[in-house]
């Protein structure tokens, strides 16, 4: 009862904050990504853009990438894939997923829910502050969340 509790004080603190500052904060991210970047990012065509041009100067190192990607998903798969079935580790990958990649519903692809994913990245395009508060929202709940209840989320 108490988790159920935080969490609805945490979702409309974040839901507060979000109407408050949504767009300032929204703002001040894409300013601060461009920053560091140098690259400026307004909405999901702006990344799409970006990356192709990433990919059409670095084409090497991206191949490079994919290369060593392929083996050493496939040795940890076979060397901790027992380890990675257990519902409690894909409650981990789901909360990190949805916190540092929640805006690209990143966390919803992964449980299976391409609906939803494709829903995060429509609202993305509109309207980036709110998917960044849901995929925050989504972390919380599933932080919050038994193992019996996530698994009922997962397909």
Do not use: C
């Not at 076979?78 to 990143?106: C, D, Q």
């Not at 494709?118 to 508060?133: D, S």
């Amino acid at each position: 009862m108490l988790q159920k509790i935080i969490l609805a004080i945490a979702v409309f603190i974040i839901i507060l904050v979000a109407l408050t500052f949504g767009e300032t904060i929204a703002y001040e991210a894409f300013a601060w990504i461009s920053h560091i970047t140098g690259m400026v990012f307004h909405n999901f065509s702006d990344i799409y853009y970006a990356i192709k041009g990433f990919v059409a100067v670095h084409a090497v190192k991206v191949l490079i990438a994919l290369l060593l990607t392929v083996p050493i998903s496939l040795w940890i798969i076979k060397s901790k894939g027992e380890e990675l079935e257990k519902p409690t580790n894909h409650r981990k990958i789901a909360i990190v997923l949805a916190i540092f990649l929640g805006w690209l519903g990143a966390h919803r692809f992964y449980l299976g829910q391409i609906g939803w994913g494709i829903l995060y990245l429509a609202i993305f395009y509109f309207f980036a502050p709110l998917v960044i508060v849901l995929g925050l929202i989504d972390a919380i709940r599933y932080m919050f969340m038994s193992d019996e209840e996530f698994a009922l989320v997962r397909i």
